[in-house]
């Protein structure tokens, strides 16, 4: 067992924080919100915490804790610019704010080392920190979701104008969630950067938010495990089907479109509707 981990550890540390990213998006599709501003976020955290920690000589926990407050602030400024757009202008607007950040990183070579990224990161990130973090994450998500809270999340997305009528604050609510969001997407970003020991502001571009919205809607957008299941899918496919970079694309996409066609309630849903064939 410890030399199947020592083998696979840096596929097992991936598969933990893309899952901790994909929760972010979890709880934004939760009411209805397609968000492609995990890039950009995730971004502010992984140099924010880059340059305390090398810079400042700040201790990794305080600095990860700075990088999910800044994340946390820049997801309440942009959502409170956004969330007044719908549908594909609000998705678009996220994803605009991503490449924003994307280009500001490409081109401030003091802090972000630029195109040539920034060499020689401590790794401070070990498997067990994004175990316990991924662990607390889904906790309290879980929490969320099982609370008033999430009550409030299912009926606004049932049914949007019904809940500002009954009196709720629609705007405030979603951007509460969004700032939580973006919390997740800040401290995911300082763990990765901690555990690549290398960042470029192509690591945090449009491939990367797309990645983290894919997960929950391939595992399962509305399943406590479809977050986990979808981000585990999303690195170990790849990572097997390294001989061939066509065929890797080729066969998530088809994934993708199996699961929208065939499998609204995305893989959790499979044993379910498996379970109904065979009574039937």
Known sequence: MIDIFYAYHNVIDLCLLNSMLAFGCFLL??????????GGLMAIGAYLSIWLTMQQGWSFAPALTAAIVAASLAAFVLGSLVLRLRGDYFT?????????????????????????????????????QLALLLALVIYLVWAVRNSAIGERMRAVAADELAVSTAGHDVARFKLTLFTASGAI???????????????????FGFLRSVD???????????????????????????????????????????????VVLFLPAGLVGLPMMSRRRVAS
Request: hydrophobic content about 60%; glycine content about 14%; cysteine-free.
């Open 92 to 128: 678009m607007a996220t994803l605009a704010f991503t490449e924003v950040v994307r280009i500001v990183a490409l081109n401030w070579d003091s802090v972000t080392g630029g195109a040539l990224g920034i060499f020689g990161i401590p790794k401070l990130t070990e498997t067990w």
């Open 212 to 258: 983290a919205v894919v997960a929950p809607v391939l595992g399962g957008a509305w399943n406590i495990a479809g977050p986990v299941m979808g981000a585990t899918i999303l690195v170990v496919l790849p990572e097997a089907l390294r001989f061939s970079a066509q065929m890797r694309e080729i066969l998530i996409g088809i994934a993708m479109l199996a």
């Open 185 to 203: 997407a800040g401290l995911g970003g300082g763990l990765a950067a901690h555990l690549n020991m290398f960042v470029a502001p192509g690591d």
């Open 29 to 38: 599709l939760g009411v209805n919100l397609f968000s492609l501003a995990t």
